[in-house]
């Protein structure tokens, strides 16, 4: 790849690059433009290592400490993106970190219709319906990673992938998933013809999660942080199952009951080894 040669931003906080990357702040903006920025000398490796576009390179070299970050930094612009060169001070206007490195990066989505997807036999896939915080879908990429969950079904309104705090909770797995985007009534037609088994979670259901042999193809449903599914939606459901509690809550925190599933999941295929 063609190596470029950073550009010098002087007086940085006024021009239209700055700008641009600021603007990126904004889901508008994001979803505009098809592209989202990512700020951190780990985070911009991992991109670096995955196969996603980077459209373009961001360094301020007066923040760059430690060999990583000159690596990272060195990869970066060898990468055959154009490489924007920030002082410290237009770097700090455009950051969100608290612990500023130096390094950012603006990378093409990855966002996916249904129709192209068609899970094999061995797939599980989580899907969230109206999940509004983006830390939640942060740690819910994660832990959909650690199993092998093959991906995410962001369904009605459901908080951006992209947002900055949903890229820095995963961890860099929303670099390893698959990220679909549909409306619930294009979801259901969708299963219909997939093959998917579609379980979803209801404090109400008398099935315990354990007590479920999870078929295969399957997708885990779960909704919003405050309201859970409707009536509606678990009736598209093939089955909905339930979390037992004993405590003085009502509920569980949205990421904790989707790992608990996603993990019963990896337990009976990969522990137990379920059919």
């Known amino acids: 790849m063609a190596r470029h040669k950073p550009r010098p931003v002087a007086n940085a906080a006024d021009t239209a690059a700055v700008k641009d990357l600021r603007q990126l702040r904004s889901r508008r903006e994001r979803d505009r433009t098809g592209t989202f920025y990512i700020e951190g000398n780990r985070i911009v490796a991992q991109a670096l290592a995955s196969d996603y576009e980077i459209v373009e390179g961001v360094i301020a070299p007066d923040l760059l400490a430690g060999g990583h970050a000159h690596e990272t930094a060195t990869a970066l612009q060898a990468s055959g993106a154009p490489v924007t060169e920030l002082s410290r001070q237009a770097f700090e206007s455009i ?40 830390g939640n879908l942060g740690a819910i990429l994660r832990t ?6 093959a991906g995410i079904i962001l369904l009605g309104h459901t908080t951006d992938a992209y947002h900055p705090a949903a890229v820095r909770a995963s961890m860099g797995a929303v670099f390893a998933q698959r990220l679909v985007r549909a409306e619930f009534d294009a979801f259901v037609a969708w299963k219909q013809t997939s093959g998917c088994h ?44 339930s979390i037992p509690m004993i405590g003085t809550g009502d509920s569980l925190n949205l990421g904790v009951a989707a790992s608990i599933l996603l993990y019963e999941v990896f337990h009976q295929r990969h522990v137990k080894g379920s059919p």
């Open 144 to 149: 959909c990673d650690a199993v092998g969950c």
């Open 198 to 241: 579609v379980v979803g979670t209801s404090g109400g259901a008398s099935q315990p999660y354990r007590e479920l042999t999870y078929p295969r193809p399957c997708i885990l449903l779960m909704g919003s942080e405050r309201l859970g599914l409707t009536e509606a939606q678990q009736a598209a459901c093939d089955q909905v199952v």
């Open 95 to 134: 950051s969100y970190k608290e612990n500023l490195q130096g390094i950012g990066a603006v990378l093409r989505a990855r966002l996916e219709t249904l129709d192209p997807v068609v899970p094999s036999s061995d797939e599980f896939w989580m899907a969230l319906d109206n999940v509004g915080n983006s």
